[in-house]
């Protein structure tokens, strides 16, 4: 998979010209996102792998579409509710990682632990000022 930064470049101008965007959050999210399809690919070839795969890929998509929720309903309580849920999915997604660490090759499931662990920093700090600016 591309670096972040190879990544962005390729990321359709209609996805880059939402308000959402401007929350790196979510970049990273989607990002997140796309190399977790890649590796439920990898994970699919073990019969444990699949139940795995099923709810990576589900709680991991989960992160983004909860944010473009949030975002899509202004500022407010509703946001940070949103903000909240897409929180629970990318903690549930750590454990996913947490979980198939025997079918993923060590330095994949170190950069998707510490890139996770991102996305949770920036959705926290996001929930912080949202609260703190409304």
Known sequence: MATYSEWEAHVSEKV?????????????ALFF???CWQDCEQL????LGRA????????AGSIAANIE??????????R???????LGSARESKGWYYRAKDLLRPEVL???????????ALIVTEIHYSTQHR
């Open 33 to 35: 996102y796309d190399l």
């Open 44 to 47: 699919l070839k073990h019969p």
């Open 110 to 120: 170190t950069h998707r632990l510490s890139l996770i662990s991102e996305v949770i």
């Open 52 to 59: 795995v795969s099923e709810q990576l890929i589900r709680s």
């Open 69 to 78: 929720e949030g975002y899509g309903r202004g500022y407010g309580k509703d």
């Open 80 to 86: 940070v509710r949103f903000l909240g849920f897409s």
């Open 16 to 28: 880059k010209s939402e308000g959402v965007w401007k929350f790196y959050g979510y970049r990273k």
